[in-house]
């Protein structure tokens, strides 16, 4: 809220005191090696280490921010659409532009470079296939607005939580094969997700807790 970025090492486990003030309200920020995307309601914000090197106004207000597993792509959540860009020497080239309904609150570029998953507030989860952005899966199992979405590490699989407290487990080959963990984080709305391995997911709740969960297939 204060339109800063802080900075924090991980190594010392100590809050930091290292920041850098933004052009506009961050909402989102992407990593990747050391660059870091922050999506504002602006703009957004490319920084190498804890340097800005590039502030890109935009015309919709930004809300979420991935890149791929190379980083050659960073995905931008807006109100209705996603925008994906093309990065290169700290430049981004806007590549393409998605509609979706209500605004894309995560999303999540599949390991084997596949896939964009995006989770948003009409309680969507969608995977696009990065070959023509055609819709791949689309499930409903929320019902309210998606926080969280993330990729397993073989790429056949993907995470949802959500402000209703549940986290579904999604096959993206088959619609009907959903696991639904539901009360995932009693009387409250489940934050992020994420998987540790193949098996094993990671979530944090509203309610301060954070969890494990063995998931078979």
């Known amino acids: 809220m204060d339109d800063t970025i802080r900075f924090t090492s991980i190594s010392s486990m100590q809050y930091g005191n290292a920041s850098v003030k933004l052009e506009s309200q961050p ?9 870091t995307a922050v999506a504002c309601v602006k703009h957004v914000i490319l920084l190498q280490g804890e340097r800005i090197v590039l502030t890109l106004p935009i015309s919709y207000e930004g809300c979420s921010a991935a890149f791929n597993v190379n980083g050659s792509l960073l995905a931008v959540g807006g109100v209705n659409s996603y925008h994906v860009y ?12 998605v509609e979706e309904s209500g605004a894309v609150r995560d999303l999540a570029f ?7 998953a995006t989770g948003n507030d009409s309680r969507y989860v969608m995977v696009y296939s990065l070959s023509d952005y055609s819709v791949k899966y689309r499930s ?5 607005k998606v926080n969280s979405v993330a990729w397993s590490p073989d790429s056949t699989h993907l995470a949802s939580a959500g402000v209703d407290g549940n986290i579904v487990i999604h096959d993206i080959q088959d619609t009907f094969s959903s696991l639904n963990i539901k009360g995932a984080h009693r009387l409250s709305q489940v934050n992020r997700v994420i998987w540790l391995d193949s098996n094993l997911v990671l979530s944090a709740g509203q ?10 297939f």
Not at 110 to 116: A, F, R, V
Not at 207 to 216: E, G, V, Y
């Open 140 to 144: 409903t199992s929320h019902s309210v």
């Open 27 to 35: 909402r989102s920020v992407a990593v990747f090696n050391n660059l």
């Open 86 to 97: 093309n990065v290169n020497n700290c430049t981004l080239t806007e590549a393409k532009v």
């Open 110 to 116: 599949s390991p084997d470079g596949q896939y964009l």
């Open 207 to 216: 309610d301060s807790n954070l969890k494990q969960w063995a998931i078979t």
